[in-house]
């Protein structure tokens, strides 16, 4: 069956540096993939979407990688801050289905 | 311009009760989802809607329903509740049902359902 696995394990990472979180899928091939932020209490933010034809999408201090090959996307926050923390979930669309996939999320905390 | 709104934000209901949740898309926005968040996991499609017309829906049973109206607004009802059904209800909107790979969802802050 179709499976996305995100570290479910908190990351706690110091102030300045890079996170880096992982986001694994199985069974599935899809088009794009989706990263949401979510606080506690709130629904999830959209921050970013690759295609499967991009390596590498960058927004601000936010960068996005996806390897079709490897079934993987990476999500880096470079010089993060405590602001950064929070969940963040990745998603698959399953195209022609209306349905987004998503992971259980991993919680980054930024120690100040 | 006002993101999506969900009503209400908080519920608590008795086992085998019936509960109606309400969402409003973001204006334009004609394809409304709604998710299901028990806690410590990531949201769960329930039901998909475009103009009206159910366009999805998840691995849920069929106490669970929805509809959508002329104004794009949306229901979700759940029947016979269960202690399982307790989770955060997300409704999220968005410019396509499809085609538009640079649409994603925009999400409400949920109803918080707590069954007893």
């Known amino acids: 069956s179709q499976k996305i696995e995100q570290n479910s394990e908190a990351l706690n990472i110091q102030e300045g540096k890079t996170a880096t979180l992982t986001c694994n899928y199985t069974n599935y091939s899809p088009a794009y993939l989706q990263w949401y932020r979510q606080d506690p209490g709130r629904g999830p933010v959209f921050l970013l979407l690759?295609?499967?034809?991009?390596k590498e999408k960058r927004k601000e201090r936010l960068k996005v990688t996806f390897d079709t090959t490897l079934k993987q996307s990476l999500f880096h926050i470079t010089a993060s801050q405590p602001a950064d923390s929070a969940t963040y979930l990745c998603?698959?669309?399953?195209?022609?289905?209306?349905?987004?996939?998503f992971g259980t999320g991993t919680r980054l905390k930024v120690l100040a | 311009d006002a993101g999506v709104t969900q009503s209400p934000t908080h519920l608590i209901k008795t086992r085998g009760q019936q509960v109606t949740l309400r969402c409003s898309p973001i204006?334009?926005?004609?394809?409304v989802s709604w998710y299901q968040q028990v806690l410590g996991q990531g949201p769960q499609f329930i039901f998909q809607?475009?103009?009206?017309?159910?366009?999805g829906r998840g691995n849920f049973p069929d106490r669970f329903s929805a509809r959508q109206f002329p104004n794009y607004s949306s229901e979700l009802n759940v029947n016979a509740l269960l202690l399982g059904d307790s989770a955060l209800y997300l409704c999220a909107s968005r410019n396509s049902p499809r085609g538009q790979e640079n649409s994603p969802l925009h999400f409400g802050n949920g109803t918080r359902l707590t069954v007893t």
């Open positions: 998603a698959l669309d399953t195209s022609g289905t209306y349905k987004y996939i």
């Open positions: 690759i295609r499967e034809n991009e």
């Open positions: 204006s334009g926005h004609k394809s």
């Open positions: 809607y475009y103009e009206k017309e159910e366009r």
